[in-house]
């Protein structure tokens, strides 16, 4: 059965310290892994997304890394800001198909002052 | 601007009072879909249109119904909302399928059935 599972559920962590957000999944034929950041009540945005053949990627503060073999992937927020708090979704797509989008339920990372 | 847009951002009804809910994008996106997101079961699509007049159930389609008459629009109706239905509806587009292209999406819209 396809799956994306996230961990942990929820984080609080200090303005200014780093965090790693953890997403497996057991999606085949894989395709491609998208990280989305999503403001409360408002719409996922796309922070990267990694194909088979990218191990790590960058955007800004966040830096994903995917492992296909151990269909594993991370999300590292380096020097987190209160404007990081928000909910990561990490998302899967298989290759059978135009349509085969698989969700993680998400992380909700909280930063304080 | 490229964009999703949805109408309304917020609506309160009740039960059985049918209601749509309109979806836009601009970007001559071929792809668009509808989510809802309910805490703790995280995004699930209810239907998805890889083109105009093509449209397909995703995961949770009962209830709901959509049309896709033109490239740009992909608007949501519950005929007979009810209480079950409340929750947080997201629209996205991609420029061919899902799997292989970025989705852009909507603000939302956030939906109480009484």
């Known amino acids: 059965k396809n799956q994306v599972e996230q961990s942990p559920q929820s984080l609080i962590i200090l303005e200014g310290k780093n965090c790693t957000l953890q997403?497996?999944?057991?999606?085949?034929?894989?395709?491609?892994l998208r990280w989305y950041k999503q403001d409360t009540g408002r719409g996922p945005v796309s922070l990267t997304i990694m194909t088979f053949s990218e191990n790590t990627k960058s955007n800004g503060r966040y830096t994903a890394t995917l492992d296909a073999d151990t269909k594993q992937s991370s999300l590292h927020i380096t020097a987190s800001q209160l404007s990081d708090s928000a909910s990561y979704i990490c998302?899967?797509?298989?290759?059978?198909?135009?349509?085969?989008?698989?969700f993680g339920t998400g992380t909700r990372l909280t930063v304080i002052p | 601007e490229a964009q999703v847009t949805q109408n309304p951002r917020y609506l309160i009804t009740v039960t059985g009072k049918k209601l749509t809910v309109t979806c836009s994008q601009n970007?001559?996106?071929?792809?668009m879909s509808w989510y809802r997101q309910d805490p703790g079961l995280g995004l699930r699509q209810i239907y998805y249109s890889m083109n105009v007049e093509v449209t397909d159930k995703g995961d949770v389609p009962e209830g709901y119904k959509v049309s896709r008459k033109e490239k740009r629009n992909f608007p949501l109706i519950l005929e007979s909302p009810s209480p079950n239905q409340t929750s947080l509806y997201f629209c996205?587009?991609?420029?061919?399928?899902?799997?292989?292209?970025?989705?852009?999406f909507g603000p939302g819209t956030r939906l109480t059935v009484l």
């Open positions: 970007m001559n996106h071929e792809y």
């Open positions: 996205a587009s991609s420029l061919l399928g899902a799997g292989p292209n970025e989705q852009f």
């Open positions: 998302v899967v797509s298989s290759l059978t198909g135009a349509n085969n989008l698989f």
């Open positions: 997403c497996n999944y057991t999606v085949s034929p894989f395709s491609n």
